[in-house]
T-cell receptor, first 111, second 118 residues
Framework: LAKTTQPISMDSYEGQEVNITCSHN???????ITWYQQFPSQGPRFIIQ???TKVTNEVASLFIPADRKSSTLSLPRVSLSDTAVYYC????????????FGTGTRLLVSP | GAVVSQHPSRVICKSGTSVKIECRSL??????MFWYRQFPKKSLMLMAT?????????EQGVEKDKFLINHASLTLSTLTVTSAHPEDSSFYIC??????????????FGPGTRLTVL
């Protein structure tokens, strides 16, 4: 399982775009990149997943360069409710593979 | 997306007692479920992989006799913390995946169970 490295914390203000970068230098050919969000005292929630280039859904975008050794989660126009911990995970495209969580990035959005 | 529930949401018990936590997949069948624990301001730590109809696979350092896992049906896995002690106080989270999904390795997490051992 590829190890991931993320910033421990980030601060932002309401309405700003937030970009959280994750490093995964030893990502394997069959690995996908998945991001989860976790609020205090709740289970993680799936945000977005991608393999290469760019993926966009209703809540976020995921940018993956050609070498796939890193990825960037982009949250457009954050609000106070986006304050949470964001985890980047790397693994094969199967729901049966165990997930190894790194430290995550604690995002604080202020008014 | 699929829904995973946990029961109870929080439990307080005396030291030495056993506590059972249930994890249910509400609208899908899950042959594999995972159990995590999380300490305050820390990341999730995988404890074990629960497989329906077979023994669970425990991660290194997790005592299988301490944390009993039973995955007796395709919608229910249970984690029993035996002879709980204060150091077992933690947030326990389960997850499951929907086997019929053709793409993505999204796992669906339960809301977690807060265990406090006095």
């Amino acid at each position: 399982l590829a190890k991931t490295t993320q910033p421990i914390s980030m601060d932002s203000y309401e309405g700003q775009e937030v970009n959280i970068t994750c490093s995964h230098n030893n990502i394997a050919t069959n690995d996908y990149i998945t991001w989860y969000q976790q609020f205090p005292s709740q289970g993680p929630r799936f945000i977005i997943q991608g393999y290469k280039t760019k993926v966009t859904n209703e809540v976020a975008s995921l940018f993956i360069p050609a070498d796939r050794k890193s990825s960037t989660l982009s949250l457009p126009r954050v609000s106070l409710s986006d304050t949470a911990v964001y985890y980047c995970l790397v693994g094969m495209n199967t729901g049966f593979q165990k997930l190894v969580f790194g430290t995550g990035t604690r995002l604080l959005v202020s008014p | 997306g699929a829904v995973v529930s946990q029961h109870p949401s929080r439990v307080i018990c005396k030291s030495g007692t056993s506590v059972k936590i249930e994890c249910r997949s509400l609208d899908f069948q899950a042959t594999t479920m995972f159990w995590y624990r999380q300490f305050p301001k820390k990341s999730l730590m995988l404890m074990a992989t629960s497989n329906e109809g077979s023994k669970a696979t425990y991660e290194q350092g997790v005592e299988k006799d301490k944390f009993l896992i039973n995955h007796a049906s395709l919608t229910l896995s249970t984690l029993t913390v035996t002879s709980a002690h204060p150091e077992d106080s933690s947030f326990y989270i389960c997850s499951a995946s929907e086997p019929l999904q053709r793409e993505g390795n999204e796992q669906f997490f339960g809301p977690g169970t807060r265990l406090t051992v006095l």
